[in-house]
């Protein structure tokens, strides 16, 4: 897998994936686009999610919704790298159960989500879950 990031001018780069999908990254706050490590939790958040649905699909889930909301909490010395992040994910559906989402997110925290394993090197990840009938 490979990847490319151009400066394009004052903090604002874009990155540029194996499969020809750009990413404006602002390194000035976030103010015109995700910051790089915005980039992370995004990550993170996809690689978890994916997993998660894919997981209760598999276990004949009648999922509706995933939504995972995430948060990280950065040291306060140079360089600020993330200490802890929290996954809350909210799975909507019909019916699901309550043991098979505990499953699957354990599964994806634990096995199968490569970006959590390899902040999980550095960083505290912990993660919880609801579920929602949907509206």
């Known amino acids: 897998m490979q990847a490319q990031v151009k400066w394009v001018g004052d903090e604002m780069f874009m990155g540029i994936s194996e499969s020809g999908h750009t990413v404006v990254m602002d390194a000035n706050?976030?103010?015109?686009?995700?910051?790089?490590?915005e980039n992370v939790l995004l990550s993170?958040?996809?690689?978890?999610?994916?997993?998660?649905?894919?997981?209760?699909?598999?276990?004949?889930?009648?999922?509706?919704?995933?939504?995972?909301?995430?948060?990280?909490?950065?040291?306060?010395?140079?360089?600020?790298?993330?200490?802890?992040?929290h996954l809350h994910f909210v799975i909507s559906g019909n019916n699901v159960s309550e043991k098979h989402v505990e499953r699957a997110v354990a599964l994806s925290a634990d096995k199968y989500c490569s970006v959590a394993l390899m902040l999980n090197k550095a960083v505290n990840i912990t993660h919880d879950f609801e579920i929602k009938e949907p509206v």
Do not use: H, M, N
């Not at 706050?29 to 490590?37: C, E, I, M, R, T």
């Not at 978890?48 to 948060?71: F, T």
């Open 44 to 85: 993170l958040g996809g690689c978890s999610s994916v997993d998660v649905v894919s997981i209760l699909e598999k276990a004949r889930q009648d999922v509706q919704g995933c939504v995972v909301e995430i948060k990280g909490t950065r040291v306060d010395s140079v360089p600020r790298l993330f200490s802890d992040i």
């Open 29 to 37: 706050g976030g103010k015109l686009g995700p910051s790089p490590l």
